[in-house]
């Protein structure tokens, strides 16, 4: 059983077009995430939703939007998507601020 | 001065050697300190997790901690090819703000 899963794993895209990425984790954790890794592998946070609650809104264009339905599901919509958008996107939760994350395997986002 | 620095390596060591990889961070209100491991075109796993200083041994791992010269490391014994990947150090800080990951170290053990 795959804790955090994220679908769908590759995206490959155009310019222009709008796009979501789907998490859901079935561990019973309280908080969620979503980090971008770009190609040098640096992990940086966008956004954290704790009970459905949107906690954390880093620095991220607001062609960004997160959505969380409840509290084991935590979507990312993108539009108008940018050649910098590519990298991969990591979903992550957590029992707690501040206990160890369990990341999902990633999508792999390719602006074309 | 950023957060948390790590050296990128990459870092190369023949197989049963001792690895030391390491990070700094500016913040000393940090007190929640990990490792994770990540496989290529994996997820990040959390490998180690301490609170606050002091050393943590699991097995081959141990993480250490030393808060007055903001300094954590993590050391890896009788290093193995399956070690190869890269390793992220997080630091955190309270509830409500999200760990900080230094940009890895890329580790290669060969057999």
């Known amino acids: 059983d795959t804790a955090v899963s994220q679908t769908p794993k590759y995206l490959v895209t155009q310019m222009g077009n709008d796009k979501s990425i789907k998490c859901e984790q079935n561990l019973g954790h309280d908080t969620m995430y979503w980090y971008k890794q770009d190609s040098k592998k640096f992990l940086k946070i966008m956004f954290s939703y704790n009970n459905k609650e949107l906690i954390i809104n880093e620095t991220v264009p607001n062609r960004f939007s997160p959505k969380s339905p409840d509290k084991a599901h935590l979507n990312l919509h993108i539009n108008s998507l940018e050649l910098g958008d590519s990298a991969v996107y990591f979903c992550a939760s957590s029992q707690g601020g501040q206990s160890g994350y369990t990341f999902g395997s990633g999508t792999r986002l390719t602006v074309v | 001065q950023k957060e948390v620095e790590q050296d990128p390596g990459p870092l190369s060591v023949p197989e049963g050697a001792i690895v030391s990889l390491n990070c700094t961070y500016s913040?000393?209100?940090?007190?929640?300190f990990m490792w994770y491991r990540q496989y290529s075109r994996k997820g990040p796993e959390l490998l180690m997790y301490?609170?606050?200083?002091g050393n943590k041994e699991d097995g081959r791992f141990t993480a250490q901690v030393d808060k007055s010269s903001k300094y954590i490391s993590l050391f890896i014994r009788d290093s193995q090819p399956s070690d190869s990947a890269t390793y992220l150090c997080?630091?955190?800080?309270?509830?409500?703000?999200?760990?900080?990951f230094g940009k890895g170290t890329t580790l290669s053990v060969s057999s």
């Open positions: 301490t609170y606050s200083s």
């Open positions: 913040n000393s209100a940090f007190q929640y």
């Open positions: 997080a630091i955190g800080n309270q509830a409500g703000t999200a760990l900080i």
